[in-house]
């Protein structure tokens, strides 16, 4: 056995020794993932003797064969003497020739496993000389880069389409090029020949298109004139209908295939003009490129992909007015917009400060939130990127923002680095002020316009405007992992008349801090409502905090404002709790209360939460995080409160509550009230959260119910409703519920439906392991062999959920077909748990067996004390 079982089977043993069985079962089953995998090396920015001037593609397009037909231009400038080499990156390209601009013939050498391509040249380049290097070459059904979405068994009714994914390193399997975030091209042409009929789109300016009758195509050629590295190229075709807009001179635009109507486009995309009027005001950064795009395609890899001028967005965004009350595209929309500025005017270096880019895009979407929709909104999005974050940090792994080690750049575009980048810009707003923040971030990006970037540049430039030192900040919060876990005790001493707050931190990571040192403001209202505050900086693990007040006070709202990035544990009476249910001074402080009185469970908590739930001035926000809290408490005074709810105006709300009513176990009242919810009129989404609940509860009626419907029911937005019958079939936990789901991976089936299967189909698999063993079969089969890229990915957690170690080869092989990182990434890790399961299986079994050995041992020594005591007695 692995020294590291040993060591935790014995850490186990001492555990249970001690009668600490939660801590034994923790020991054995929480266990958090380290990040990296063994395989995973220090990154450091590649050598580059050269700088690239421009870069020409010009490509011929078959749709129908996926082939692409290509003749490249690439011109460079020696920064070194003698260079006599030149090294690119290129995967899979079927090169006729490499010539310079001479005419010579070139050698060439592709090392594949480096993905690399060698060019000698005829003769070396001094420092400062410029060469031009002629490429002619084919790409015949690219395996990364490059996607041709043509109509199979699983998509017959999508429109033929290409497009472009170069986002980490991909570039490389359609473009020779030095492929790497840190170098930047400084002026592309594109020249594109598709079919007739087709639109073709790519960044910059449009300088010409023509049609060619000879062979019945068209040709578009595009111009990037500023600089932009290669994983931001784009390329995109299909039969697209263009709509424009501008915002003075530019020109805004958006393309879509026909099938979606101009209401639905702007639906999702017409709030981008406003957008970018916003950005240009806060960050006094002018939009920089010649055009701003957004191209919708299908089956898209990413939700959206911020190319340069032309953003690459999932057609999947799209959606009905009656989905809109539920859910908008604003959020993808001025996430990629604002990548325009931070990402794409300045680059991260590489992609261990990734987290420059993306927690960037990430706050700037919540930043037009909050001047669209109010600080309401603003708040409850923070708070659900904080709990985003934290989710992945507590339950996967914890590692520093700025990280350094990984195998693929895409293993570190993880929620560490999206929410969790974003709250590291949204900290350092609080701490400099709204105002100095903006023109900060405008400084940031005019001193590194068209540069690329590293964290200590965002640093300094904080530092040149505000003239405080900010390595502190820095140090802890990007460098080092994880953030303060604090526990807060409030007292008062009736005696001397004063309030004492005892601030601890009890952080123990080997990688966080063991203090973190960050402002704190405490705001106490006195019995007669006066507001006081204090501002303090903590940077001591243990803080203490006295404040003298005549009475004991009404209320004490910690971090009011909701600006510093911890895990708090608050200990107050549940008086204040209550007051500041209804009187907190925004939804975070609510919300907080909601939490707190949900863990008092005292009927009057209960019923004052119950109250706030039915508030029709209330957020909607707080009434779904009182729904939550009030399905978790499973109370028959809790359920009262939730059914008084279910006709709540707010449908994000009544989700919540549909949600919360599945938790009440075989309740009638329960089920008797998410019948009413599955007829809802006005959302797809509380229709959903109510199939799913019904399931939950596990009612003797359940399954029949969403069976007999199911057939029936309007799929929705991204097959919604469906989904939700699905999942609330599989909840029920059935045998019966199996024959039902099946159906629904047949390929042809909507894909968002599809993929929603094979995790239902293995949570009951593993139910009924004996009696359906074709389940695991299905999955294997589906995990290699399915069209959909999805559904095939689907299948990568659904069997590690399953438990069979024996499939671990099925997803070995899966790992050796798939190109992009981040599915490769998804299977080591489906792996690691199915291996960590069976290693969990021996501990037990060796824990059984120790105890085997034990209770022989214990009944060995009964008989040896019983023959003693014979032998005494005989020799008495």
Request: one cysteine or more; aromatic letters at 12%.
């Amino acid at each position: 056995m692995k020294d590291d079982i040993m060591d935790s089977f014995q850490a186990y043993l001492k555990e249970l020794q001690r009668g600490n069985y939660k801590e034994a079962q923790r020991i054995l089953l929480e266990q958090r993932e380290p990040f990296c995998f063994p395989e995973a090396k220090e990154q450091w920015m590649p050598t580059r003797p050269f700088i690239i001037l421009g870069l020409k593609l010009d490509w011929k397009f078959d749709l129908k064969n996926e082939l692409i037909v290509c003749k490249n231009n690439l011109t460079i400038r020696s920064i070194v003497s003698d260079l006599i080499t030149v090294k690119l990156h290129a995967v899979n390209q079927e090169f006729k020739q490499i010539v310079d601009e001479k005419g010579n013939k070139l050698d060439y050498h592709q090392q594949p496993e480096e993905q690399s391509l060698s060019i000698s040249l005829a003769k070396p380049l001094e420092e400062g000389e410029e060469l031009t290097l002629f490429f002619d070459y084919q790409v015949s059904k690219p395996r990364a880069g490059g996607y041709f979405i043509l109509p199979n068994e699983a998509f017959p009714d999508v429109e033929p389409q290409f497009w472009t994914q170069f986002q980490d390193d991909y570039a490389r399997y359609l473009v020779p090029i030095f492929d790497h975030p840190g170098t930047k091209i400084q002026t592309t042409e594109i020249i594109l020949t598709v079919p007739k009929g087709y639109r073709a789109i790519s960044n910059g300016l449009l300088k010409a298109h023509k049609t060619n009758d000879d062979d019945n195509t068209e040709t578009y050629h595009w111009l990037q004139e500023k600089p932009m590295p290669a994983y931001l190229i784009t390329v995109a075709i299909g039969k697209f209908e263009k709509y424009v807009e501008k915002v003075d001179d530019l020109e805004v635009i958006f393309y879509a295939e026909k099938k979606w109507d101009k209401k639905t486009v702007y639906r999702s995309f017409g709030k981008t003009p406003a957008m970018i009027k916003f950005f240009n005001e806060k960050l006094g950064v002018k939009y920089p490129w010649a055009k701003y795009g957004q191209v919708a395609v299908s089956n898209f890899i990413m939700g959206g992909m911020e190319n340069i001028s032309v953003t690459t967005q999932t057609d999947r965004t799209f959606h009905d007015e009656k989905t809109h009350k539920d859910y908008t595209s604003d959020g993808l929309v001025s996430h990629e917009l604002a990548h325009q500025w931070g990402g794409d005017l300045i680059t991260c270096k590489s992609w261990t400060h990734a987290w420059l880019n993306e927690g960037w895009a990430t706050q700037m979407q919540n930043e037009w939130k909050k001047h669209d929709l109010g600080e309401d909104e603003y708040l409850y999005e923070q708070l659900g990127k904080k709990e985003a974050y934290f989710k992945e940090d507590k339950k996967e792994y914890r590692r520093p923002l700025v990280q350094r080690k990984w195998e693929a750049g895409v293993d570190v575009f993880d929620r560490h680095l999206y929410p969790g980048g974003a709250w590291r810009y949204y900290m350092l707003k609080h701490f400099v002020g709204e105002e100095i923040w903006w023109e900060a971030l405008g400084y940031f990006l005019t001193k590194y316009s068209f540069d690329v970037v590293e964290t200590i540049d965002l640093q300094r430039a904080f530092e040149d405007i505000t003239g405080n030192a900010f390595d502190w900040y820095f140090d802890q919060w990007l460098y080092k992992a994880g953030y303060p876990e604090v526990k807060i005790k409030y007292s008062y001493d009736e005696k001397i008349k004063q309030i004492h707050l005892r601030l601890e931190q009890t952080q123990e990571e080997e990688q966080t801090p063991e203090v973190f040192r960050f402002p704190l403001t405490i705001e106490i209202t006195t019995e007669s409502d006066e507001k006081k505050r204090f501002i303090s900086e903590v940077k001591e693990r243990i803080h203490e905090f006295y404040f003298p007040l005549g009475k004991p006070p009404k209320m004490i709202e910690i971090d009011p404002d909701f600006t510093v990035l911890w895990d708090a544990t608050i200990e107050k009476p549940e008086g204040m709790w209550l007051e500041q249910l209804v009187n907190g001074q925004n939804i975070i402080m609510r919300i907080q209360a909601v939490k707190a009185l949900a863990k008092k469970n005292t009927p009057k908590a209960i019923k004052a939460l119950g109250e706030v739930l039915l508030n029709k001035t209330e957020f909607w926000g707080v009434q779904a995080e009182i729904a939550k809290v009030l399905g978790t408490n499973k109370t028959t005074l809790a359920l009262e409160q939730l059914l008084k709810a279910i006709t709540i105006q707010n449908s994000k709300a009544r989700t919540a509550v549909a949600e919360a009513l599945g938790n009440f176990y075989q309740d009638d009242k329960a089920v008797e009230a998410l019948k009413k919810l599955l007829d809802d009129k006005d959302s797809y989404f509380v229709v959903s959260a109510a199939a799913n609940a019904l399931g939950k509860t596990k009612h003797e009626s359940a399954l029949q119910i969403l069976a007999e419907r199911l057939p029936k029911v309007t799929p929705g937005w991204e097959g919604i409703v469906v989904r939700g019958y699905l999942q609330g079939l599989a909840a029920t936990e059935k045998k019966e519920a199996i024959d039902h789901i099946l159906p629904y991976l047949k390929p042809g089936k909507y894909d968002a439906i599809r993929n929603s299967v094979p995790p239902l189909l293995a949570k009951l698999g593993k139910r009924y392991k004996k009696e359906r063993p074709e389940i695991k079969e299905l999955l294997e089969k589906t995990l290699l062999t399915d069209k959909s890229f999805r559904v095939s990915y689907a299948c990568v957690s659904a069997i590690a959920s399953y438990e069979d170690a024996s499939l671990i080869p099925a997803l070995n092989k899966y790992h050796g077909m798939a190109t992009e990182g981040h599915y490769k990434r998804g299977a080591k890790v489906a792996i690691r748990k199915l291996k960590k399961k069976k290693e969990e299986t021996e501990l037990k079994s060796l824990s059984k067996s120790v105890e085997e050995l034990e209770k022989e041992n214990r009944e060995l020594k009964e008989r040896i004390a019983k023959i003693e005591a014979q032998l005494k007695e005989e020799e008495k």
